[in-house]
Structure formats: structure tokens, C-alpha cells
């Protein structure tokens, strides 16, 4: 059964907010992303390397600095505990599956570093799609 | 309690195209001499684990070097580099190569690259087959292109943790966080270099056409890569040893784009299976 976006919103709050290599350097991790999974969509709004806010039901205006777009399928293959190749980060995803990454790239480079580990963490956390 | 290592660390002066480069090289083993080249933007630590396998090196004089602006070998010496961008070409790569080999009196050396060190490999093979015993390229392919981007150098980003990050998808989940950590710190060293690297990475390496050149006869080429490889995926590897007449492909199972580095214990299974196939064949 997938979970709802609700309830994926407080185990992704709690697991980032948590996670130790994010809060190691964590102080500028700051920047508001979109991840679009096709049946959900979801907007995280990172302030010094803490959660501040998932808006799970964004309207059209919400603004975001960059985004990440994959079908509900890809999102699911980044969620499993060890990803097939090519599904197994938004690089590899996007040069060779179905994932484009669109708007300020150059806030996403910003904050490569944390933003790496926080995507990886839906290994462990799931997605709701 | 002291623990010394048996790799000796040296550097060697050359003269490459006119340029002067004080070249640093870590070194152990002995026999036949392997030549082992960095990935783009790196330095001769991805083969750490290489050069301290009894293995190996009881049979193999392994050496690993700094290309010039990596690591310890400075740019060069005797230019006011930096008043010009930094971009590598296959000439001046194949000549530092040539030039390195003949410095350190190598006798048919094998040389073995990963990322750009197994594009140049290619080329190695394809204008001096003579020069050495056998090529072991390395997540190659005869053309990469996509990667020689302005992001790895945009002032407005931390170069350092833009190019250690931007690679960490090039290895796979399965390899050890202390060896995908220590190839991320790698990365974070070599940032100014990255971007020039990869002029030659998927811009001036372009061997569509010309592997059928190739004469694996005289130079045999095993080629490896990576599963979890998404810059040369198994499938442009297969793709380019297929058209070397006598090319061997052999695709390394839950593995990335830096094998020696991110889990040398399953490259060596790959490696020593290389190897074999070259005594075989020389």
C-alpha cells in the first residue's frame, strides 16, 4: 500500500532532519525545490539544512527554485533500498531515464553536496507514489 | 605501531610539447610494469588499493601517476599557465604518456585508465600499438560526449563540492560509503583541472570511425565497465569493443564509473581476469 504524501512529508522531515552527513554541513543548506512524481507532488523548503516546510499540495504559483520531474515508476525505482543502474541518482536518471530537472539548476549545484544525500534518502523513507 | 607502506612515492622532470612538468608517481612491485592513469579531475590515490596488493604487485611493477595539474604534479613549470584555459587534448595526453614511459625506462609497459585514462588508453592502442604490451580501458568508449560543461566551474557555486558531488552518482550503491567518501574527497581536490580534463573527455576523444584500426595483434585491448556506469554505460563499452577487430568486452557487475577506487576488492576479480587474458595473449 503507498503511503500517503502526508505521512511521507513527516518521515521525510524526521529522517533529514536527522541525518548526520547533512548536519555536518548543513549551515547554508538552504533553497526550495519541486519533486513532481507524476500523481504527487511536493515542495520542500530547506532553511540552514532543516526542513522548514513541505507544501504536499502546491497550487500553480507556488514558487520553487528548481524542480526534479520523473513518472510515479522512476520515482519508485529511486526509493528501492539498492536502486537498478541508472535509477540510482538524479544524475544517472537523468542522462538515461525519464528524469529532467528544470529551473535554477545553479541552486541546485549550490547545494549539490547535501541535496545528494537528502534525495538518497528516500531509500530509506519511500516515496508516495 | 608504526605501519609503513611498501609504494614509494618520486617525482620525475619531463619535457612534454615544449612543456615541463614535474612529474609525481607512486610506485610499487615488480615485473611486467602497469601504468595506471586517474579519472578526469583526480589523482594516483584512486589506485591505492591497487598498489598495495601482494597479488598483484609480486608479479606487476605498478605505477600510477599524477598527470600534470593533478595531485602533486604541478602545471608546468616553465609556462605562465595561468593566463591561458586549461583544455587537455589526445595529442598532448598521448605525448605526456609516451614521454612518461620513456622517462622511466619502461619496457612494453600494459597501461590501464579509467574514465578519460580508458579513452586515452584507446588512443594508446590506436597510434602506438607497439609502444605497449596491452590497453586496459576502463568505463571508455569510443566518444563521450555531454560532460565538458561550464558548471564545474561557475564562480557562483563551491567548484570543490559541485565536481565531488556531480560524481557521486557515477558509482554504484552497493560500493563501501568509506571508499565512495574517499573518491569524494578526491574530487574536491582537483576542481580547476576537472572541466579542462573533460575538453578531452568528450570533446576531443573521437574514435567513431577509427577502431577498426586497431590492431589488437600487436596491442591487445580489454575493455571494462561498470554496471552502474551512466557516462559510458555496458552498453557503449560492448558497443566500441565490438568494432576492434579482437576487442574483448568484459562488464563488471554492481560496479560505477570508478572501480579501483569505490570497491577495489571487486574490480581486482575483474582486473586479475584481464590480466590473465593478456599473458595469454603476449
Redesign the interface.
Known sequence: MVMSVRDWAIRFTEASDRDQTIGAMARYFTCTYLWDMETEKVIVEMVDGKVYRINIDPAPLDPYDFALRASAHSWREFAHPIPEPMYHGIWSASFRKDLKIEGNTLVLMQNLRNFTVQFELLRKVGVPV | MVKHSPVIGRYVTIDVDGFEYKVFYLRNGQGIPLVCQHTAGCHNHQWRDLLEDPDITQNYDVIAYDLARHGKSDPPLNKEWWKEEYRLTADHFINFITTLCDALELDQPIFMGSSFGGNVALQLAHRHPDRFRAVIPVEAAEHAP?FYLD?WH?P???AS??C???V???M???SPDKDRWLTWHYYSQGAEAFKGDLYFYSVDHDMRGKLGEIDTKRCPVIMMTG??D??T?PEATEATARQIPGGIYIEMEDIGHFPMSENYPLFSVYLKEALRLIEERT
Open positions: 555531454g558548471l561557475h557562483h557555486a563551491n563540492q559541485v565531488a558531488s556531480g557521486w552518482d557515477l554504484a550503491p552497493q554496471t552502474y551512466y557516462l554505460p
